[in-house]
Structure formats: C-alpha cells, structure tokens
C-alpha cells in the first residue's frame, strides 16, 4: 500500500478506481467499506483527513482520534492500494470557495450543526476532484451525509456512481462509531438502548403501518429520556431528500440523534 500526501501523486495505472473518504481511527464500518471497494475495483483509495471545516468551533476537533500508523495496516489488511494522508494546508491554501446543498442539509443534523454539511460537501467535492474514482462508498450510518453527498453530486454532474452500505455494528447493537471510545464504561453499558429502540419502532411501524408515527415519536423519547439520553432528534424520515413523513412508506427509515453525557450518538434503521 502507497502513502500518499501529494495530490498531484494520485495517478492510479488500473480502473475502476473505488474511494473511501474518511476521517481516520479505522474501526469495522470503515474497513467494510474498503472491502467492498477492494472486491468491486481494481484500485482502491482510502482517504484519511480529519476535515477541519465540518467541525464547529466548539466541536471535539482537537480531541478527534488519530493514529495514522495503525489506520495504514488495518487500511492494507482490508486491500486497500493507496492511502491519501494530506495536511490541512493541502486541502485547504485558501477557504474562499464552499458548497451549500439547501434543502437536504438544513434539518436534523444542520439544525443541531449548522456550519457541518457545507464542510462535508465542500471536502468530498474537492477529494472527488483530486482522486477523480469511478466509485465512492459511504456508511449509512451518517444518513444525512449519504443525502447531501447524493444530491451534490446530481446538481453538480460530478462523474461517480455512489455506493452506500449498511451500518455495522458491536454485538449488542450500538453502531460503530469513532467516538464511542469516548463513552464511560456506564455510559457504553446504556448506549446499546438507541438501537435497541430504534429497531422496536421499526417493527411496530411495519407490523401496522396506520400506527400513530407523533405518539411513537414521544414516547419513545420520554422512555430515553428517563434512561439518561438528552434526544436532539428523533423522527421518520425518506432518506431521499431527509424530510420527516408522518405514515409509512416504502424506503422510510427511524433516525435519532442523542447526548449521552458529553458524547453525541447518531443511528438510524430501515423501516
Ligand atoms: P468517518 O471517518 O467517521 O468520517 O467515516 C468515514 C465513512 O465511514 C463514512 O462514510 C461513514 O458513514 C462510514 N462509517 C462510519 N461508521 C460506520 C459504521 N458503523 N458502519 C458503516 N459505515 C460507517
């Protein structure tokens, strides 16, 4: 596998090129998705970058989790040919140009985090045109991210097929996160209860569809509340274009975001 810190390096001698953009502290959900790029591409090509412009000042920038020599073996070990580490100067020499996707990025996650999607799109859109793949593969685990990556790259012609896969995560449940290394040893015991809920409510939605989706939503926020959540958001959503639908219909998917003490949790599951 090649380090690479330099766009102008980024040539690859074989297509399809599959990319993974990430933000590093590899865990299974990222390494699923640099095999799946592995299996379906004949390059493929991680980037690791802890992308300043998506976190708020007073986000846990400083504290994201880096260790660059173990994300290169784990990336290796999943098949991947190239690693692209560059520096914030790199990215970013000037800050003067920005993407805003309006509509998808405004609810949910863009209320809690105003200022995150335009750092989300603007990064993609710029590793998109330094790595020019023919695939990109993203977690849906980050649902609104899929939206907003999806609908940048519609509105802007941008030349790559979008992949995107389901969430993995630990054995009890609790979805696969950088920052769940973060949570007290309390906290990681309850936080499997996200999931948990979540997935009730998919199944009570699909065993009757005309079910009230407001009482649910109240319900099963009071119940997280009094297990010591602080829920930001809880809602059913189509994932297409992340606005709220008050009925089931097909694709429709429960998302939540929620505090457990300083650590905000986000998951999300099919209907
Ligand atoms: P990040 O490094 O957190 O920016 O994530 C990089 C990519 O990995 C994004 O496309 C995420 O949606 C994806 N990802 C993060 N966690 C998971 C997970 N538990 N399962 C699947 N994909 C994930």
């Excluded at 990336?75 to 509509?103: C, K, M, N």
């Excluded at 999931?195 to 079910?211: G, K």
């Excluded at 649910?216 to 602080?230: C, T």
């Excluded at 429709?252 to 650590?263: H, P, Q, S, T, V």
Aim: charged residues 25%.
């Amino acid at each position: 596998m090649k380090i690479v810190r330099d766009p102008a390096e980024l040539e690859f001698p074989v297509r399809p090129v599959g990319f993974v953009p990430t933000m590093g502290a590899f865990h299974e959900g990222h390494l699923e998705l640099m095999r799946t790029s592995a299996r379906e591409n004949d390059c493929t090509v991680v980037s690791l970058f802890v992308n300043p412009t998506q976190f708020a000042p007073h986000e846990d920038l400083s504290k994201y989790p880096r260790n660059e020599s173990r994300d290169a073996e784990m990336a290796e070990a999943a098949g991947v040919d190239v690693l692209f580490a560059p520096t914030v100067d790199t990215i970013y020499p000037r800050r003067t140009t920005e993407v805003r996707v309006s509509g998808v990025s405004e609810r949910f996650e863009g209320e809690v985090r105003p200022t995150h999607f335009a750092g989300v799109a603007t990064v993609v859109l710029k590793l998109f045109n330094m790595v020019r793949p023919d695939r990109a593969y993203f977690g849906l685990k980050d649902l609104q991210q899929c939206a907003v990556v999806r609908r940048m790259v519609e509105d802007l012609n941008v030349p790559v097929e979008l992949r995107f896969l389901e969430t993995v995560r630990e054995s009890d449940g609790l979805a696969m996160s950088s920052r769940n290394v973060y949570l007290s040893s309390e906290d990681r015991a309850i936080a499997p209860r996200l999931y948990q809920v979540l997935a009730r409510l998919a199944s009570t939605l699909r065993a009757d569809p005309q079910v009230s989706v407001q009482s649910l939503v109240e319900d099963a926020s009071a119940q997280l509340g009094r297990e010591g959540f602080e829920v930001q958001y809880l809602a059913l959503v189509d994932p297409q274009n992340m606005e709220p639908v008050a009925i089931f219909h097909p694709g429709c998917r429960w998302i939540i975001a929620a505090k457990l003490g300083n650590i905000r949790l986000i998951d999300n599951v099919p209907v």
